[in-house]
């Protein structure tokens, strides 16, 4: 009975050292800590987003050569378009304002094919979510968040940037969306 009662000490002893925590564990962050990017921030962010999008999938369709606005209508999309890299800042209402043009400008079978194109995209960044597995130190990930870093032109970096400071313009700074605009544009010319 001793001898039963002194392993069951020991075993109960060494099970509670291997527990406790060590000195070279990292600190661990607290669980109410709240994510860098709050759905807030995403919905002032989500215009940009959207043309982020809109304008890449356009410049692919163009570039296919399955997409062929008029000439009114491309004439309509330069103008439109042309002054988005002069901006300093682009901001929710004018990237809405953008969008909703660039819609306008198209017909009907025009905006079911961008239509199209976007469920195709989107479709492929949720195999994409579905697949990665994410570490985020700040919180559980945002998924609609990168879902977005899937499909915008300079990827997660950017769209987190955009959810950061909703008036960033991707456009007027140098890098892959401003070169998207420079050949979304040089494909409007006639």
């Known amino acids: 009975m001793t001898r039963a009662l002194l392993l069951a000490c020991l075993t109960l002893g060494l099970a509670g050292a291997a527990s406790s925590p060590r000195m070279s564990d990292p600190p661990r962050p607290p669980l109410s800590r709240p994510s860098a990017h709050t759905p807030a921030q995403l919905g002032q962010a989500r215009p940009t987003l959207d043309l982020l999008v809109t304008l890449r999938l356009l410049a692919d369709l163009l570039e296919r050569g399955t997409f062929a606005p008029a000439t009114g209508a ?9 002054d988005l890299a002069a901006r300093p800042t682009l ?17 009907v079978s ?3 094919m961008l239509d199209r194109a976007r469920t195709s995209l989107e479709e492929r960044a949720d ?13 559980p990930p945002n998924h609609a968040l990168n879902r977005y870093g899937f499909m915008v032109p300079g990827g997660l970096a950017l769209a987190r940037r955009v959810a950061a400071a909703p008036d960033l313009n991707p456009y007027a700074e140098a890098g892959v969306n401003a070169q998207l605009l420079r050949r979304l544009l040089a494909k409007l010319t006639p």
Do not use: H, I, K, W
């Not at 491309?74 to 042309?82: F, Y």
């Not at 901001?91 to 909703?100: F, M, V, Y």
């Open 74 to 82: 491309r004439a309509e999309l330069r103008e439109m378009l042309g």
């Open 91 to 107: 901001g929710p209402l004018a990237a809405g304002r953008a969008l909703e043009g660039v819609r306008a400008a198209l017909t």
């Open 110 to 112: 025009q905006r079911g």
């Open 127 to 139: 195999l994409l979510l579905a697949r990665a597995r994410f570490a985020a130190p700040d919180g």
